[in-house]
Nanobody
């Protein structure tokens, strides 16, 4: 089992920045790819970003590419999502997830085995 806890969400204005953290405990964290997903009211949960177990590979959705950066510190069992130039459309509950896939940077929800409870990010105008 891997337990994941997200933090760092909040209410910000458009154009501001936030850094989300995903702290892991339990089984060996470094063996898992970690992804960030988000879910807005009335919408399906969507992929945001992912990082390979080593941190050497990353992937982003087109909607956040160039604005968000995912990173990890395996010595601290923590993954970060730096979010810059936030837009109204970024408002959602953000979830981190851990998974082992044949792909280094999985992007599908079904490729992840463990999920956190989420942290709310609200961007206002």
């Amino acid at each position: 089992q891997v337990q994941l806890v997200e933090s760092g969400g909040g209410l910000v204005q458009a154009g501001d920045s936030l850094r989300l953290s995903c702290a892991a405990s339990g089984r060996t964290f470094s063996g898992y790819a970690i992804g960030w997903f988000r879910q807005a009211p009335g919408k399906e949960r969507e992929f945001v970003a992912t990082i390979s177990w080593s941190g050497g590979s990353r992937d982003y959705s087109d909607s956040v590419k160039g604005r968000f950066t995912i990173s990890r510190d395996n010595t601290k069992n923590t993954v970060y999502l730096q979010m810059n130039s936030l837009k109204l459309g970024d408002t959602a509950v953000y979830y981190c997830a851990a998974g082992r896939s044949w792909r280094a940077t999985p992007t599908l929800r079904t490729e992840y085995d463990y999920w956190g409870r989420g942290t709310q990010v609200t961007v206002s105008s």
